[in-house]
């Protein structure tokens, strides 16, 4: 079995993975759900009320919706660097958020109220768990309710799949054997039938990488020069690739070998010939997918919104302010009442029999306990 086919294999690959044609249909159904909801929603409002509602909501659309949700997941990055959490954290983390809300609206469930969870979830996801007390003192005005009142909501939203293929392995990877190639004690395909010495020569051969016309002359800065790519390459890993939908399009490997593109592509088409044959038909394909890969990558949003970028978001967050659906408000509440009565979860709490069985089942653990230890004591009368 090939990497490709214990990829194939993962939910990542499964569920997770689309065409851009599906990606955006599945925003749009997305968003046209959300909004015949909201309308739906302050119509029952009006009826209940007898007050005088707007039938006509002003709804968000759905790249509102995008740059809404790319904002949040912006600020996901900040809270974890803040908190100086793990990388697989943040990467998770903003992972967690991009695919819930792939079938859920911020005009349904507001970002802000699902990004403290989507956190708090990859920490436990990525084995770096911290108590949720500990976790809610991090962030102001943020209770432990806040924070696992919509717990269930997100793993409903990630359909019950928390794994997560990240680029950063692949990236180390290949950024040993380039050394081990540099250093003159790499193998390449078979096909190519070279040595490692005359490898490292057509190494030390390569164009300059952009920005600098001076190529690698000796040992030292070729080690120096692929050092910096692996540098370059993991920033743009820890930002633009989890800013984009790079991780619903593409694969790991090939995220991380796009990044490499952009960094220096030179030594990413050295290192791809050391795997593939000259006469290979994967390579022009791989290379067509990689180039789009890099100016999806080279098209990030900034790590920091501008002026005119943040005017536009407040816009639609007034917008979305309006719009949201009023049966949806107050996560914290939901999930109380769901707690005290299931019927008021809309089918999310027990059943009826379900609850009967455990209820027998408590009245039977108590009186084994009675048979083992005897009735009960009773009261000493005066």
């Known amino acids: 079995m090939t990497e490709d086919d214990i990829y194939r294999t993962s939910t990542q690959y499964r569920l997770w993975s689309f065409t851009p044609e599906t990606l955006a249909s599945l925003r749009a159904t997305t968003n046209a759900t959300a909004a015949d909801g909201v309308r739906a929603a302050f119509r029952t409002l009006k009826f209940d009320s007898e007050q005088d509602h707007n039938d006509e909501i002003d709804c968000l659309s759905i790249e509102e919706e995008q740059k809404i949700i790319s904002y949040y997941c912006l600020q996901t990055l900040i809270f974890v660097d803040f908190c100086e959490y793990p990388t697989n954290v943040k990467a998770t983390a903003v992972q967690y958020l991009k695919r819930f809300y792939l079938a859920n609206s911020p005009m349904t469930y507001h970002p802000k109220e699902i990004m403290p969870t989507a956190v708090y979830l990859a920490m436990k996801s990525e084995d770096n768990f911290h108590h949720v007390k500990s976790f809610a003192e991090k962030l102001p005005n943020v209770t432990t309710e806040d924070i696992l009142a919509p717990e269930f909501l997100l793993t409903q939203g990630l359909r019950f799949t928390f794994d997560v293929r990240h680029p950063y392995h692949g990236l180390e990877g290949g950024f040993m054997e380039l050394l081990a190639l540099g250093n003159g004690k790499g193998a390449g395909a078979s096909a190519m039938r070279k040595s490692p010495g005359a490898m490292r020569e057509d190494m030390l051969d390569l164009d300059p990488p952009p920005g600098t016309s001076v190529k690698a002359t000796n040992i030292k800065e070729l080690v120096a020069r692929c050092q910096r790519a692996h540098g370059k390459a993991k920033d743009l890993l820890k930002t633009s690739a989890l800013l984009t939908d790079a991780y619903f399009l593409y694969t790991p490997s090939q995220i991380w070998l796009s990044t490499l593109f952009l960094v220096d592509e030179p030594l990413a088409r050295f290192y791809l010939d050391t795997k593939l044959p000259p006469t290979s038909d994967l390579k022009p394909k791989l290379f067509t997918v990689l180039r789009q890969c890099a100016e999806m990558l080279r098209s990030a949003p900034a790590a920091q919104p501008d002026k005119e970028e943040k005017k536009e978001l407040k816009r639609i967050d007034k917008k979305l302010a309006q719009c949201r659906n009023p049966q949806k408000l107050d996560l914290v509440g939901i999930n109380r009442a769901q707690k005290r009565d299931p019927a008021m979860g ?31 004591i009773p009261d000493k009368k005066d």
């Open 346 to 376: 809309g089918g999310d709490g027990l059943d009826e029999n379900v609850a009967k069985k455990r209820k027998l089942e408590r009245e039977q653990s108590m009186k084994e306990s009675e048979d083992l230890f005897g009735p009960a």
